[in-house]
């Protein structure tokens, strides 16, 4: 028998609309209401008809994420907080991986649009703008998270990289590290402004740049244990060795830090190591590694917030740009005995714009 939801809401003496809503987890129906329609789905295994909903109401209820690799763990943390944020609204995630190509990400791009999902949150690893006026043309919003573009004007919730690289090297130079080397990422916002605040840092601590001592990687968040054991390497070969390193991300440092370990270097003796993205990887590191914590759960609970307040006006909403201002994590891989230790966090407030 195919059973509806005007039965189940005729069996149970209630509206269509109370049942609708609480199948979309809506909040403004009673706990023994919900409960007692819940039982009843539950008792008949009533599954509903999306595609027939969407007919009605003009939407998919699907939100697409795109971003450059689905096994890197900052983007496993800001898909799940976003997913949990969604579906307490009814709306559901579909996620894709560019890995970070810029030709595959517009594939996927067009594969979910395709889909008329309802909105797309998107962590691009493009450098150019065409693919997001073709996302305008098609009236789709979008979000970008953790990657901005120069010239888009457009939703964007990230974390401050400029000063993700000042904290990073500052702590460094506390601790006495003399010669610090930087593994960064493409050329991408972060990749640009991380290697920014990294430069910032040295120059106001009177410290030189040295061209030798940066190692960039052409794919930031795509196989970075063996680029940051590779970066490791080329690092190794130097002469003066760095006595300190900072990466443009915690799989980097990771790669980076076993290298090293492997072949004789004490971590933080030798070489203290801050990374980025406080992924929480203390269990299996031989050394428990100094990060800065992106706030990546923020990120995605703050990228839903944005997607559903598009979703819930009638007008669009201008833009909004939301920059989360990172901290310190210090932990053994930076805990030298001589130097500064720093153990607190350096904690900045969160800074709110509405315009870019």
Same mark, same amino acid.
């Given at each position: ?186 050329? !991408? ?7 920014? &605040?990294? %430069?910032?840092?040295? /120059? +106001? =601590?009177?410290? @030189?740049?040295?061209?030798?001592? !940066? ?7 795509? &196989?970075? %244990?063996?680029?940051? /054991? +590779? =970066?490791?390497? @080329? ?122």
């Amino acid at each position: 028998m195919n059973i509806r939801m005007k039965d189940i809401a005729k069996d149970l003496g209630v509206s269509l609309i109370t049942i609708s809503k609480v199948l979309r987890n809506h909040p403004d129906i009673g706990d023994e209401t919900r409960e007692r329609v819940l039982a009843r789905v539950k008792e008949l295994d009533y599954r509903p008809n999306f595609a027939a909903r969407s007919l009605v109401t003009g939407r998919s209820y699907l939100v697409g994420l795109v971003v450059p690799d689905l096994l890197h763990p900052f983007f496993a943390e800001v898909a799940k907080s976003l997913s949990e944020v969604l579906r307490q609204s009814g709306y559901y995630l579909i996620v894709s991986s560019s890995d970070e190509d810029p030709d595959l990400e517009e594939v996927e791009i067009n594969h979910l649009l395709a889909r008329r999902l309802d909105t797309l949150i998107i962590a691009s690893c493009r450098t150019t703008v065409d693919v997001f006026f073709h996302i305008e043309k098609q009236d789709t919003p979008y979000v970008l998270i953790d990657r901005c573009l120069p010239g888009l004007s457009a939703n964007f919730v990230g974390v401050d990289d400029e000063l993700v690289g000042i904290l990073a090297t500052r702590h460094l130079i506390d601790i006495g590290c003399k010669k610090i080397a930087h593994i960064c990422g493409p050329e !991408i916002s972060p990749g640009i402004r991380r290697m920014e &605040g990294y %430069k910032r840092a040295l /120059a +106001e =601590a009177g410290m @030189k740049v040295i061209d030798d001592y !940066i190692i960039t990687q052409r794919k930031g968040d795509v &196989g970075t %244990k063996q680029g940051g /054991a +590779e =970066a490791m390497h @080329k690092l190794l070969n130097l002469e003066p060795r760095p006595d300190g390193l900072f990466c443009f991300n915690d799989p980097l440092a990771m790669g980076a830090m076993n290298y090293a370990l492997d072949h004789g270097v004490r971590i933080p003796e030798d070489l203290a190591v801050v990374g980025c993205g406080n992924l929480h990887y203390d269990d299996s590191l031989r050394v428990p590694l100094s990060s800065i914590d992106q706030h990546s759960r923020k990120i995605g609970e703050e990228a839903a917030r944005i997607a559903l307040r598009i979703l819930n006006s009638k007008m669009p909403p201008k833009p909004e740009t939301l920059v989360l201002q990172p901290e310190l994590i210090a932990r053994e891989s930076t805990q030298r005995r001589t130097g500064k230790n720093i153990s607190k966090k350096a904690r900045v407030g969160v800074k709110r714009n509405q315009s870019r």
